[in-house]
């Protein structure tokens, strides 16, 4: 081992002794005498940073009693700041000093000494130095302040960066050329300069490196800071950074899904492409392609579901990002899961069909395919050996993920000559996944009622408001909360495919968004059949200005 390499103790003194005679440079015989030194003085910092990254920091300290006097005193020099390597090679020394699991007070005092010389060092690399000597000192060099201390934080990512990427790829060399407490050192420092696009790269390389050891060894400040830098849009990294991010600091991936959550709910979008958009450069639906990270985010979002009695806004979040998980899914090229893998303890029958995408079936084959769902799905809930509340929820989660082909049911219920009982049963049980007193049944009932009236009045050319009361009375005065989303689901798809239907459309949803609290509801309904027109385009374009006129009335009122 290294540790039996020893800097001689009269060099240390020697230079302490120059470190209190220089001060900080602001004569110039100080000035004239710092610059005659510097050579020797950075080969000795030199020598000691070879010999300290080889020691435990308690060790180091024992051994060398007076560094800490002379780094800090020395970091506080411009002179010997702005000379070649010196910087650097502080801070590395530093790091070597700094104890990645301090036991005693001392330990933790002395942690915060280096934590606030090592903020010192880089916090005038924020584009502006307070020191009127620094100053100075950088404009007789010929440089504004913003290019000197660019060019410092770049010449010392560099070698941090070339350092640790060579390191990992000795991933297989347990004598690694860098501990694991001094790159625990390396990513505290970044603290203050984590929004500086110079240390980008650095950042980029502490998050992809690893180095073999059994536990984490990035700080979680510096994990958090990162992702909080990420979510605010203050920093930009690779695609394979923030994966690994996540991976590695599951707190930074939670942060993310809620912070996504309640950016989409506290703001009013209008069209499902704009939800797609926030939540695809939010990261998350690719990143989930780690079935660990897709887990994860899948439990949030059960979560958020339960605190939020399932309100429209979440379910229309979780069934857009479920799209573009398997959208990213879909482009993965290396690495890729099979779809059971994050599906693992689902029906597998049931799953492949609900993966299956409506665009990739014709049209005319979408009510067989619905009835082939609805019957696994009725005779899996059915089934004697689901008796638990949690199993019935997570088949009904894996159900609303798939939330497009419920909306395909309610629409085909309408426009399509189908078979309405298994359509009608599949919307049932989503409105009422349990059955404790026959509810599901008691729905199912009354949807027949309201669907076989609405039939009646589907082929009307003239409708008024009054027509649609009787058949729809329920939605007003039910006290199941169940009948009343599944027969606004029906009532609005009746409004928007039927030619009597339209007349009224806009009186009719007038009056439910006064009467009652549905306004959120319809209009999640509404983004979601403009959002498959506008990708399917086979309804006329009286359909398409209605829903543009309706979605216009209602986000300016919810």
Known sequence: MAQGTTVPKLNFEYWLDKAVEWGQATTLESQKDVCLHLPQLQEFLHQIYETLKHMDSIVAIQQFPLIGQLLGRLCWNPFVMGYDESQKTLMWCLCCLYSSEPQNPVELKANSWIRSLLCHLLSSSKWESNEAETSTFISTLGYTSADY?????KNMVFPLVTELRGNQFNGLNIQGRVSASRVNAVSLFCLPLITLPDLTPLLETLLLYHGGASKEILSSEFLEAVNEAFLKKKISLPESAVFSLWLRHLPSLEKATLYLLDQLVTIQ????????????????????????????VNEIFKNALLETDGTPEVMTIIQ????????????E??????????????????????????????TTHWSQHLKHISDMLKALVEDTNISSLADLFEIWFLVACFGEWLDIAAEQLLKAAVEPDALLWLLAFYYCPQNENQQRTQ??????????????????????????????????????????????????????????GRMIAQEFIYHITETTDRSKEVCSLLIRSAYRINHNGEENQRTVKLLNELLQKLTSKV
Do not use: W
């Not at 090229?333 to 303890?345: E, V």
């Open 333 to 362: 090229n290396k690495h890729k899961f099979p779809l059971k893998a994050y599906f693992p303890y689902h029906h597998q029958p049931l799953l492949t069909a609900l993966l299956r995408r409506p665009f990739e079936l014709p």
């Open 149 to 153: 201390y660019c060019h410092l934080v």
């Open 320 to 331: 857009v990002f479920t799209q573009l998980f398997l959208q990213a899914h879909q482009n």
């Open 443 to 500: 729905t199912m009932v009354e949807a027949q009622a309201v669907y076989n009236h609405l039939m009646m009045l589907f082929s009307c050319t003239v409708l008024s408001v009054k027509d649609l009361e009787a058949a729809v009375h329920s939605i007003m005065d039910t006290e199941q909360c169940c009948n009343q989303h599944l027969i606004t689901h029906l009532l609005t798809n009746f409004l928007l495919f039927s030619s009597g």
């Open 269 to 296: 979008f209008t069209s499902l492409e704009e939800v797609a958009c926030i939540i695809k450069d939010s990261l998350l639906p690719q990143a989930a392609s780690h079935p660990a990270i897709f887990r994860i």
